[in-house]
């Protein structure tokens, strides 16, 4: 049985944080879906351009020092960087100027045009993001530490044997923090409720003054936080580099599963699919080659969109004609 | 003007099927973009500016310049081919993908092309017959050398024995991971090791599920065939399970700086197989220095100077050279074709006095390809990080494989294609 299998316990573990990691990409898609209908595919580039923004400031490194050096100017560091906090903000600085570019730039131009217009414009977003941000740091592996606790926890190996990564508790901590904030912040401020009423009916929101570009600039500079706080906990994982915006493809199964509208489902959804993906791979995956995990997860969404096509907790939409 | 606007672009047409001037041309397929651009750039800059080097100092190769044409594959399959077919009518010498998915789609086409490839240390295993293969070639060493020198080197902790013992490979899910499992499986039961086979899915930035089967099945030693982020996750995932590091030996392609510094002190002791001497103490490097780096002609962003993949890509420059003068000295021509550069690879000789001459003393092994062998010599050495001075450094010699179990494997491969494809073999 599994359950007597001292590894089940562990594993089970392993998969909630790890799908608390699925569910902070997940989020930053839904905060941006529920907010204006866009499903925003540059959400796991935002993630790696946050991180690299974050890790630039850090070390004090010049952006686009490697086309700067054209000029005849050839530094690739302004000095030592800035401490980890200050960096932080910063880089929360950059994000929602970003913001304010993609809602000027990209979204402003396509206002009342289908939703497939708008995801298109935010497939080529990711592609021109990775673009620059691959001039503006360069696309070397860059070491991410802004100080968190890494490696196995020894209070817990000592008590249970179990090896549960300290940074991934962190992950699970930070983005319980998150969820609340937003939670609160989309119920109890101004500014959330004007959120929901342009989520609820654009139209009815813009008739009593509500400005839908700057919802919009909130939405996603609320969204870049997120994609921070996500490109920090993955970056200091497996390093700060351009595979960093795959992310993305972990947090689609999550927002089937947990329903496009709902951050409560962006966390369930995420653990459902860290778990049963683990335990999958790891009691059926040896017996049938491995490797099951990428399409474990979404073979798992698919089957509650068999029951639940609107997901787990989605609004169910039901258009009359 | 009809027919004088056809005329012109026949003209072109035809124009762009020959040398455009008298150079050696080569494509350059390297990734400088996605998620494997981190070990791509720095090959590519390696090998760009030994060829710059080599322009600049010698005026190229028997008095011909070298024209390198970059194209970028972004490490994809059908970007590669694309890349192929659009260069190959420039007067193409050879091709060096550094894919192995893009190497297998290649092999027919430029074997039909009379195009020769240079896969080195990746792509085909069984392309060292070059009975069979006759334009691939993939010296200093193939996949199952590697692995065959791996576990000679956990047979060495062992005290000659791995009897008894688990060995797990832990590989990127594609064909390049998958080519050395018949050779752990047959050298397994050889030597009597339990192999553990554990897959990982491409990009591998989420591998709990394959560490915890580490944990769970205990193998006294993990080897890794990885590419990319995977590399990065698989040591930080084996440091916080606390393997030994020392127990944990990667591919010569996870083997680089990328692969061990995001992992911190944590990836102290980790091991893996290497080609080529690691640093930058050699005239090459002095030469480079000089005549690029000085001069402002550094490629990319002149930041990945004396990394493992640099050094490596700076060694597939300087074979290529050698190839086309060996090509010049055989047929008697400073100006060759595809084909006569195939000639100059099958005839490639590089001894210890003549790698010294070219500034690589002491860098890496003896070359002897011959017809047959495509593949030798198939000697590597095996690196270990130092995570507090963050450098690499040999901690055997270079050592050979088991040509008993690796040559069989070839031989029993080649022979398939050769009967699948209906080659009878091309050396007499």
Redesign the interface.
């Given at each position: 049985m599994f359950f007597l299998d001292p590894?089940f316990y562990?594993?089970l573990i392993?998969?909630l944080l790890?799908g608390v990691?699925y569910a902070l990409v997940a989020l930053g898609f839904v905060l941006i879906f529920k907010a204006s209908g866009i499903f925003n595919f540059a959400q796991g580039v935002l993630a790696l351009f946050a991180a690299l923004t974050l890790v630039g400031f850090q070390t004090g490194q010049i952006p686009f020092?490697?086309l700067l050096?054209l000029f005849g100017l050839h530094a690739?560091h302004w000095g030592a960087g800035f401490p980890t906090i200050v960096a932080l903000l910063f880089s929360l600085g950059v994000m929602v100027l970003l913001a304010w570019l993609i809602v000027q730039i990209v979204l402003k131009p396509l206002v009342n045009q289908e939703g497939i217009i708008l995801f298109m414009a935010t497939i080529g977003l990711a592609y021109v993001l990775?673009?620059v941000g691959?001039l503006m740091w360069?696309?070397?592996?860059?070491?991410?530490?802004i100080g968190l606790p890494?490696?196995?926890s020894e209070i817990i190996l000592d008590a249970t044997d179990m090896?549960i990564?300290k940074l991934e508790i962190s992950a699970a901590i930070v983005a319980i923090v998150l969820v609340v904030s937003l939670t609160l912040f989309s119920q109890y401020t101004k500014m959330g409720r004007a959120l929901r009423a342009v989520a609820d009916d654009h139209q009815a929101a813009l008739s009593v003054g509500i400005s839908l570009e700057t919802i919009w600039w909130i939405v996603w500079s609320v969204s870049g936080l997120v994609a921070l706080v996500a490109g920090v906990m993955?970056g200091a994982?497996?390093?700060v580099?351009?595979?960093?915006?795959?992310?993305a493809l972990?947090a689609l199964p999550v927002l089937m599963l947990g329903g496009f509208t709902s951050i409560p489902g962006a966390i369930v959804g995420g653990l459902i699919i860290g778990v049963g993906?683990?335990l999958f791979?790891?009691y059926i995956?040896?017996l049938i080659?491995?490797?099951t995990?990428?399409w474990f997860a979404y073979m798992l969404a698919l089957l509650f969109l068999l029951f639940r096509p609107q997901g787990l907790f989605g609004e169910k939409i039901i258009e009359r004609v | 003007m009809k027919k004088f606007t056809l005329a012109a672009v026949a003209a072109a047409l035809v124009g762009s099927m020959v040398p455009a001037s008298a150079d050696h041309t080569i494509p350059l397929l390297s990734y400088r973009t996605g998620p494997y651009a981190p070990n791509g750039i720095p090959y590519a800059d390696g090998v760009t500016d030994y060829i710059n080097m080599i322009n600049a100092r010698d005026g190229g190769v028997g008095g011909v310049p070298i024209n390198l044409i970059e194209c970028e594959t972004g490490y994809n399959t059908e970007r590669g081919v694309e890349c192929y077919e659009s260069t190959k009518g420039q007067g193409a010498l050879v091709y060096f993908p550094l894919s192995t998915g893009i190497t297998y789609q290649l092999i027919p086409k430029a074997t039909a092309d009379d195009i020769p490839i240079h896969s080195m240390g990746y792509g085909r295993t069984s392309a060292a017959d070059g009975n069979t293969f006759s334009h691939v070639f993939n010296f200093p060493g193939t996949y199952w050398d590697a692995a065959s020198i791996i576990i000679k080197h956990m047979m060495d902790m062992e005290g000659g024995s791995l009897e008894g013992k688990k060995v797990a490979l832990v590989y990127h899910n594609s064909a390049y991971g998958k080519e050395p499992i018949r050779t752990l499986e047959e050298l397994s039961k050889k030597h009597g090791y339990e192999l553990l086979l554990l897959p990982v899915d491409h990009p591998g930035q989420e591998q709990k599920s394959t560490w915890l089967q580490v944990r769970k099945e205990k193998p006294d030693f993990v080897t890794m065939w990885g590419w990319g982020v995977m590399n990065q996750v698989a040591i930080s995932e084996a440091a916080s399970i606390r393997f030994p590091m020392d127990r944990f030996i990667g591919v010569w392609w996870s083997a680089s700086e990328n692969d061990v510094l995001p992992a911190g002190d944590k990836s102290d002791g980790y091991k893996a197989i290497a080609m080529n001497r690691p640093g930058t103490d050699f005239g090459a490097y002095r030469d480079i220095q000089k005549h690029v780096i000085d001069a402002g002609n550094a490629a990319g962003a002149g930041d990945q100077v004396g990394t493992i993949l640099y050094s490596r890509g700076m060694l597939n420059a300087a074979y290529m050279v050698e190839a086309i003068r060996t090509a010049q000295k055989i047929h008697g021509a400073a100006d060759i074709t595809p084909g006569m550069m195939r000639d100059g690879l099958e005839n490639l000789k590089i001894d210890q006095a003549r790698w010294t001459e070219m500034g690589f003393d002491n860098f890496t092994s003896t070359i002897d390809v011959t017809c047959e062998n495509h593949g030798g010599p198939g000697l590597g050495a095996i690196q270990q990080w130092d995570a507090s001075s963050k450098t690499w450094s040999l901690i055997t010699d270079f050592v050979g494989a088991d040509r008993d179990v690796v040559d069989a494997l070839i031989e029993a491969d080649a022979s398939a294609y050769a009967a699948e494809n209906n080659i009878s073999g091309h050396c007499k």
């Open positions: 590894f562990e594993i392993s998969g790890a990691m020092a490697h050096s690739t990775e673009g691959d360069g696309a070397n592996v860059k070491e991410l530490n890494e490696g196995p090896f990564d993955w994982k497996s390093g580099q351009f595979s960093l915006s795959l992310i972990k993906e683990k791979e790891f995956g040896p080659g491995g490797a995990e990428n | -």
